[in-house]
Each structure stands twice: as structure tokens, then as C-alpha cells.
């Protein structure tokens, strides 16, 4: 039982290269979310899902896109990266409503120059 | 205002001291709350959850004040592993998590 993985650790990119973060879970869970961390602002929720196939955002959703075609699944885009996208993102899945503690990926460090 | 709002630290204390954080929420609707632990370059994970009044799990006590909107987070009898930075989160209907920037403790010899 793995948890929560996370695609790849560690990026570089350039301004205005596109890229795209996995996260998987093997939990079974029903939602799962994307974060960024940046320091100073704790976490900051992106998009999240609330089941297969159904994607809603969060707090901080501009310039990013997610999809969520497989239950285990949650895909996070950049299309055109800025240096202001330079952060740690981690994934997260909780079970449900009934449940609220979330568990997290090991996270990806990306730099945007 | 920040929803959740936490001293960013970093509190320093020696190895056996006791240390208490406090965390201020803005959100009245908040329905319950958390306490995570980060260690450094690491993903948050769970220390205690905050349904109620409060919660004790070991050296680590945590109270609710809704009254005055604040959750308290005391450890006692320190160790140099309870190092790290403690994550204030509260919770909102729809299974969404709001955190406050972490306090860092630093547990000295």
C-alpha cells in the first residue's frame, strides 16, 4: 500500500513551457486535491475532486488544469509555466465526507525560470 | 485578514520544556479542526483532530475555543523528534481544509 505518490519529485522549467504533475492513490479514496506551499502562505488549495470524471477549483486555480479520468488518478497541467508557478505542490485524497483527515503526497518541488 | 492565522515562530525550547501554539480562525463556520505536523522538506501529516472542545493524545493536548475563535496546541515534556512545523487547519462544509502558515518549534538539547 503505497498511499499517495506524486510525479515526478523535481522540475525545471522554462517560461512558458507546458508540463503536467501525476498523483496517484491506491487508497480507493473519493477525493483528492491539489495544493501548492509556498513559504509563508501555507498551503493553498488549486483544484479539486469530488469523484471520478468531476474537477472543481480551489482557492489559487488560475493558470492551471486538472482532470480526473480514473478514480486513482489526479492530473494537474501548467500550460504555459511563469515564474510565479515556482512553488512545492502536493496531492492529497481523503476518503469522504465522513472522513475529513487528509492524506498527502511526497510532493514536487518545480522551478519555473 | 488570513483565514487561520498562526505566530510564525520559530519557538525555541530546551528538551523537557512544555510549549503551547495558538491559532486564530476568522471563519465561524468552521466545523471542526486539525493539527498537522511538517517536518522539513517533508508533506504534512495529521497529529490531531479538533471536534469538540478538545483532544489529548499523549504528551499532546489540543482545545477549541469557539467562543473566542482560537484553537491552543500544548506539548509536554518535549523531545528533540517533536521538532518540526505545526500546521493549523480548520474545516469547511464540502470537505475543503484551510491552513495557516505553521508555526515552527525547535527542540534544543
Known amino acids: 500500500n503505497a498511499g499517495v505518490t506524486q510525479t515526478p519529485k523535481f522540475r525545471v522549467l522554462k517560461t512558458g513551457q507546458s508540463m503536467t504533475l501525476l498523483c496517484a492513490q491506491d487508497m480507493n479514496h473519493e477525493y483528492m486535491y491539489w495544493y501548492r506551499q509556498d513559504p509563508g502562505m501555507g498551503l493553498r488549495l488549486i483544484h479539486y475532486?469530488?469523484?471520478?470524471?468531476?474537477?472543481a477549483k480551489g482557492e489559487v486555480p488560475d493558470g492551471y488544469n486538472v482532470s480526473r479520468l480514473k478514480k486513482q488518478n489526479f492530473l494537474l497541467g501548467l500550460e504555459s509555466a511563469a515564474p510565479s508557478q515556482t512553488s512545492v505542490y502536493f496531492c492529497a485524497s481523503s476518503p469522504g465526507t465522513m472522513t475529513y483527515e487528509q492524506y498527502f503526497g511526497p510532493g514536487t518541488r518545480l522551478t519555473v525560470t | 485578514r488570513k483565514e487561520v492565522e498562526q505566530d510564525p515562530g520559530p519557538f525555541n525550547v530546551p528538551e523537557g520544556a512544555t510549549v503551547a501554539f495558538n491559532c486564530t480562525y476568522s471563519?465561524?463556520?468552521?466545523?471542526?479542526f486539525f493539527w498537522y505536523r511538517q517536518d522539513c522538506r517533508k508533506e504534512p501529516k495529521l497529529l490531531m483532530s479538533?471536534?469538540?472542545s478538545g483532544n489529548e493524545d499523549g504528551r499532546f493536548t489540543a482545545q477549541l475555543n469557539r467562543a473566542s475563535q482560537y484553537i491552543s496546541l500544548l506539548i509536554r515534556d518535549s523531545k528533540l523528534s517533536d521538532s518540526a512545523t505545526y500546521l493549523c487547519?480548520?474545516?469547511?462544509?464540502?470537505?475543503?481544509?484551510?491552513f495557516g502558515g505553521g508555526t515552527r518549534l525547535m527542540v534544543k538539547p
Open positions: 487547519v480548520g474545516f469547511h462544509a464540502g470537505n475543503m481544509l484551510t
Open positions: 479538533v471536534y469538540s
Open positions: 475532486s469530488v469523484g471520478e470524471g468531476t474537477t
Open positions: 471563519n465561524s463556520a468552521s466545523q471542526s
